[in-house]
């Protein structure tokens, strides 16, 4: 059984930039949720979508935006980076919000 | 962002020996859930805890989810060197999917 798939894994982006990262939930799964992991923060909340709405938000600005597509498929969007943008990004999909979430390996985000 | 306090922050083991981590929270939470983090991996799930009270092992593995609902720990019992890794705890509330993490336990054990 496939498990999440985020694409790319590693990206390198300037400040100034976008980017847009990719998140594939296990199959049958319809929540994704996405994470902001840093050495300083650790593993903070960015939003979750629920068949194609978002359903609840972190505390981050809103240069951070996500989406999801019928087939469950999220994709999030951070406009204007910033240095302090640089993390890895973990998605996570469970059955519905409130049960087990299963993450994908991740997207490391470097900002230069 | 909040946090839940996790400690010990790092553990330095011998093979075989056992290993015990908790956390705590000003908040309640409806579930209790345990991570292992490899490097460049994300969390995988080890165990999950739905009743206060509760006790539940995976293998070498034993949590419980605490009778006030604001604390859990996590067991592991002879360790191998595979248990290497970071150990997070984290916190579901009622109102949806958000999970609210620990700081994480590094877990070193020397063979």
């Known amino acids: 059984k496939a498990g999440v798939t985020q694409t790319p894994r590693y990206l390198i982006k300037t400040r100034g930039q976008q980017v847009t990262l990719s998140c594939s939930p296990i199959s049958g799964h319809r929540s994704v949720s996405w994470y902001q992991q840093t050495p300083g923060q650790g593993l903070q909340f960015l939003f979750e979508y629920f068949s194609e709405t978002q359903r609840n938000k972190g505390n981050f600005p809103g240069r951070f935006s996500g989406r999801q597509f019928s087939n469950s498929r999220s994709e999030m969007n951070v406009s204007t980076l910033e240095l302090g943008d640089s993390a890895l990004y973990l998605c996570?999909?469970?059955?519905?919000?409130?049960?087990?979430?299963?993450f994908g390996d991740g997207t490391r985000l470097s900002i230069l | 962002g909040q946090q839940l306090n996790q400690s010990p922050q790092s553990m330095f083991i011998q093979e075989g020996e056992d290993v015990s981590m908790n956390c705590t929270s000003s908040?309640?939470?409806?579930?209790w859930l345990w991570y292992k983090q490899d490097p460049g991996e994300g969390p995988v799930l080890l165990i999950a805890l739905y009743k206060a009270g509760e006790l539940t092992s995976n293998g070498r593995l034993t949590a419980q989810f605490g009778i006030t609902r604001k604390d859990s720990f996590l067991n592991i019992s002879a360790s191998i060197p595979s248990d290497v890794g970071i150990y997070f705890c984290a916190g579901q509330e009622t109102s949806g999917s958000r999970l609210t993490f620990g700081e994480g336990t590094q877990l070193t054990v020397n063979p």
């Open positions: 908040s309640i939470f409806n579930t």
């Open positions: 996570a999909s469970s059955r519905a919000g409130d049960q087990p979430q299963h």
